[in-house]
């Protein structure tokens, strides 16, 4: 079975241990050993649900998991979830009792088929095999029942996102495998390239609007794509901090308040939509206005983006028609309305000072730069710094709650690839999916590249189990850059807490916590620093240190 999921282009297995899910951790192994797939060993199911996540969402290829039975299978649940709601490939091989030794207590048995509910489309049991060694019927068999597990998980049938094997094993659970080949030679490589499902949808063709009034929003996920198009139509570009589109000349980075504006949101008559934008409550609401039309590009995940219930789904957008200067016009005010909302920002010392001829301006320069060198860091400060840092070969992944949100009202252009957990937005598996992420990222051509997370205090806690790695296992290189202002800050700007007492809204909501982070992840066995101040930060980024955790206090 493994040996037809490499030939079907998978090539990544995750294995967390467990008795009856035996024979296929070892027949992992040799698989690896014999060159046909990689194997990563994860010790709890959670984390290894979300390295698989970030395996598919850097490769592009499904990855299996390998559990046990019993509540391991259970622990995927979050993974599969947010796999499903974000249209991310992913395949769980869950082992389970053979039929005879279901329903009567068993031990360590519950039902597997269809625990994941709705999450998985495609579910299927295979029986235990009842003798060893595998005949030409029964090969025929899996290898089609494999190809079409991960043809469903690639989104061939429907919408990308997991599948699910359930697959007995009946006493003897495994025998000592010999002469294990690599992968088979009739090697199909499915198309893994198209996310976007296209089925029954038509390509929009759109013109650039006679009287320019047409935005492009790009969510989560949308792609490059978002960016040409903008630029084709002459509309301003909306984009997320992980739409894969926030660069270019269309950009707007301060949206949220040009949306809110009668002069540019009010304008609005026409929204291209691309990904899953989360991030705002403007864009909704700009959606949801009766006169603007939408027209939306059908993402990958399980349900459409379309807050009005009313909007084009199509499964692309070509443009045909060229600009005029009233759209070089209608994007320059809304370039320049969002550049002078962000003002001049942190710009830091005046660097024409370090060179200038004059004594006492130099001297203010160095004094500038030492003031700004102690200066607490804030969350808008944190998240450009390590915009700053990050470039194409490296990898971003950012956090739920605020610092995405941060992220997004403030960082420019620029095109890296930046990763989040948007199907659901959870806390949870955070810096499991950068592991998955950076495993995925080492082997290819930017392989010289960081994977940076940075995330809050209550997330990073959430996802320790993630520090957790095997003897055994390759380290990868990761930075944690956590913010830390203890507990769930994103609850003190809730309008409940100006009525609610202050004793409960920190008890009940933002959950103020005491951990000594740096004990933690160095009693894990990562490394640990601390930046305090601006300076601080600035040498802990470059510093190349991997498997680090980088805490900041936050100053807000
Ligand atoms: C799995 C999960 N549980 C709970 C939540 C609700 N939630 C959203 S943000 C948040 C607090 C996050 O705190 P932290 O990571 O410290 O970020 P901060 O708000 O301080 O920026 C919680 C509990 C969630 N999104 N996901
Ligand atoms: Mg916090």
């Keep these: 079975m493994l040996q037809e999921f490499a030939s079907a282009g998978v090539t990544d297995v995750v294995v967390s241990p467990g008795s009856r899910s035996q024979a296929l951790a070892l027949a992992a192994v040799a698989l690896e050993r014999a060159g046909g797939i990689t194997v990563h060993v994860r010790l709890d199911e959670r984390t290894a649900g979300f390295f698989a996540l970030g395996l598919a969402v850097e490769s592009g290829r499904p990855a299996a998991i390998v559990t046990t039975s019993g509540t391991a299978v259970a622990n995927l649940h979050p993974a599969v979830l947010e796999a499903h709601h974000s249209g991310v490939p992913m395949i769980v091989l869950s082992a389970d009792r053979p039929g005879e030794l279901r329903g009567i207590g068993s031990n360590q048995t519950t039902v597997q088929p269809g625990i994941f509910a709705s999450a998985v489309a ?5 029986e235990a095999p009842t003798a060893h060694g595998v005949d030409a019927s029964t090969r025929q068999t899996l290898r089609e029942l494999v190809r079409q597990t991960v043809a469903a998980a690639a989104g061939h049938t429907g919408q990308p996102g997991p599948a699910q094997l359930d697959v007995a094993f009946r006493e003897p659970l495994s025998a000592t495998l010999t002469d294990v080949e690599g992968v088979p030679d009739d090697t199909i490589d499915l198309d893994f390239a198209r996310r976007r499902v296209h089925t029954g949808l038509p390509v929009a063709e759109l013109t650039p609007d006679d009287d320019p009034a047409t935005v492009v929003i790009a969510g989560h996920d949308a792609g490059e794509d978002a960016e040409r198009i903008a630029w084709e139509l002459g509309a301003p570009l909306l984009a997320e901090v992980s739409s894969g589109a926030r660069f270019g000349r269309n950009l707007v980075v301060a949206y949220r308040e040009l949306l809110r504006d009668p002069e540019f949101g009010g304008r609005v008559r026409r929204a291209v939509v691309l990904g899953h934008p989360t991030l ?21 995940g399980a349900d459409p983006f379309d807050p009005s219930r009313a909007s084009r789904l199509v499964a692309d957008v070509r443009v045909t028609g060229r600009t005029a200067p009233s759209h070089r016009a209608w994007v320059g005010r809304w370039v320049a309305a969002s550049r002078s909302a962000l003002g001049d920002g942190d710009a830091g010392p005046d660097l024409g000072a370090k060179r200038s001829e004059d004594r006492a301006e130099r001297s203010r320069f160095l004094k500038d730069e030492v ?60 810096v499991s999916t950068a592991l998955g992420i950076a495993a995925a990222l080492e082997r290819t051509s930017a392989a010289v590249g960081t994977t940076r997370v940075l995330l809050g205090d209550l997330t990073l806690l959430h996802d320790v189990g993630a520090f957790v790695t095997g003897t055994r296992e390759p380290t990868h290189r990761v930075q944690v850059i956590v913010g830390n202002d203890d507990g769930g800050a994103i609850f003190r700007g809730l309008e409940v807490a100006e009525t609610t007492p202050p004793e409960d809204m920190a008890r009940m909501m933002t959950t103020p916590q ?8 160095t009693g894990l066995g990562w490394e640990y620093r601390r930046a305090a101040t601006w300076g601080d930060l600035e040498r802990v980024l470059t510093d190349p240190a991997e498997r680090v955790v980088i805490e900041v206090p936050l100053a807000d």
């Design 122 to 126: 495609f579910v299927r049991e295979v």
């Design 371 to 430: 003031a700004l060198r102690r200066r607490p860091v804030d969350r808008a400060m944190l998240a450009e710094a390590v915009w700053g840092v990050t470039w194409p070969h490296d990898r971003l992944v950012l956090g739920a709650s605020q610092i995405i949100r941060v992220a997004d009202a403030h960082v420019l252009g620029k095109k890296i690839r930046v990763h989040a957990n948007r199907g659901l937005a959870g806390i949870d598996g955070t």
């Design 514 to 521: 005491h951990v000594d982070v740096e004990r933690v992840v």
């Design 280 to 300: 705002s409550r403007e864009v909704p609401a700009l959606l949801q206005r009766a006169d603007v039309e939408v027209v939306t590009v059908r993402g990958a």
